[in-house]
């Protein structure tokens, strides 16, 4: 099981998403064979789509998220629904290129340049489509793009997967922050001085920070509430 937890400020002009999905990639990963490199890739949208599953209203909406990239990775296909239920596949599980410079998994070298698509079904007529060339292939920056283009929402989006030795997923979550039309301007630079402050999202959850935690440490100085908590399965 994962948990989102659901958080606004006390002023109501930021709300935010976080989750611990350690055990829902670890699953994933099991389930689809996966080497490090497609664990980090799939791990992070299953994060990612997890806490955007929630933020739809009605239990039969459902949400499609789509990477598709030249890279060898393929892309990543990806369902989610409003109680935050989730699965996904790589489209080449067994991809495997050399580390980054620093030591760490290339997932953009893994998926390489393309286009994010999402598509939101609320049982009308037409599905809601909306897409977006690839900024990086990290994932985190190509979602907090989308947000940005195609449904004009600024957002801050965090993903982290921790690969073990053994393959084996020590620790993976991320969250998800967004401004509303009224937020003050030193709302936002409080909350871009708390997000600098953080070198890793996974490194927190490795740490064992929970996403109560992560929550405090982005919304710092702005009381954050607690709206609710969900527990989520991959």
Do not use: C, W
Not at 1 to 16: D, E, F, L, P, Y
Not at 115 to 128: A, H, Q
Not at 146 to 168: F, I, M, N, R, T
């Amino acid at each position: 099981m994962g948990k989102i937890v659901r958080a606004i400020n006390k002023n109501h002009t930021i709300r935010m998403f976080a989750i611990d999905s350690t055990d829902m990639v670890q699953k994933a990963a099991e389930i689809h064979q996966t080497t490090p490199v497609a664990s980090a890739a799939l791990g992070r949208t299953i994060t990612a789509v997890s806490m955007m599953g929630v933020m739809m209203k009605n239990d039969k909406d459902k949400l499609t998220f789509q990477i598709k990239g030249d890279g060898p990775l393929k892309g990543v296909v990806a369902v989610a629904y409003a109680n935050g239920q989730t699965k996904a596949y790589p489209l080449n599980p067994l991809v495997d290129i050399p580390l980054k410079e620093n030591g760490k998994l290339d997932v953009s070298g893994a998926v390489g340049k393309g286009k994010l698509t999402v598509i939101k079904d609320f049982g009308l007529k037409e599905p809601y489509i909306g897409q977006t060339n690839l900024v990086t292939g990290e994932i985190a920056e190509d979602l907090t793009a989308y947000y940005a283009y195609s449904e004009q929402q600024p957002s801050a989006v965090a993903l982290g997967v921790l690969v073990d030795k053994d393959h084996s997923i020590k620790a993976a979550g991320g969250f998800i922050v967004q401004l509303m039309p009224d937020t003050a301007e030193e709302e936002i630079d409080q909350l871009e001085k708390n997000l600098s402050s953080i070198s890793s999202v996974s490194h927190l959850i490795e740490e064992g920070k929970t996403p109560e935690d992560i929550i405090k440490i982005v919304l710092k100085e702005m009381d954050p509430v607690i709206n609710d908590t969900l527990d989520v399965e991959y």
